[in-house]
């Protein structure tokens, strides 16, 4: 599975991004609070997910919630979870 962790500066061109993923077959989630994202990549790899290519966006605008970005990205390494992030300034 491609899994995408889309984030950066206010303005960058996330949702531009987002969109032309979607135009290349990624199912995508915009605003997607960090905590839930483990979660989420776990449900995508269950056995009969017919999603290949996933993109998550999470940034600032979760406020607080946001907080827990670099430990979900310490998590997903520890459960063995491929994945690349995209930062965008």
């Known amino acids: 599975m491609d899994f995408l962790i889309v984030t950066g500066l206010s303005?960058?061109?996330k949702s531009?991004?987002?969109d032309a993923l979607e135009d290349i077959g990624f199912f995508c989630i915009d605003?997607?609070?960090?905590?839930?994202i483990s979660k989420f990549a776990e449900i995508a790899t269950q056995s009969?997910?017919?999603l290949s290519k996933v993109a998550v966006v999470t940034d600032?605008?979760?406020g607080e919630l946001f907080n827990d970005f670099i430990e979900e990205l310490?998590?997903?390494k520890t459960l063995d979870f491929s994945y690349?992030?995209?930062f965008l300034d």
């Open 11 to 13: 303005g960058a061109g």
């Open 16 to 18: 531009r991004t987002v």
């Open 31 to 36: 605003n997607m609070p960090p905590k839930l």
């Open 48 to 50: 009969g997910s017919k």
């Open 60 to 62: 600032v605008r979760g």
């Open 74 to 76: 310490d998590l997903l």
């Open 84 to 86: 690349k992030l995209l």
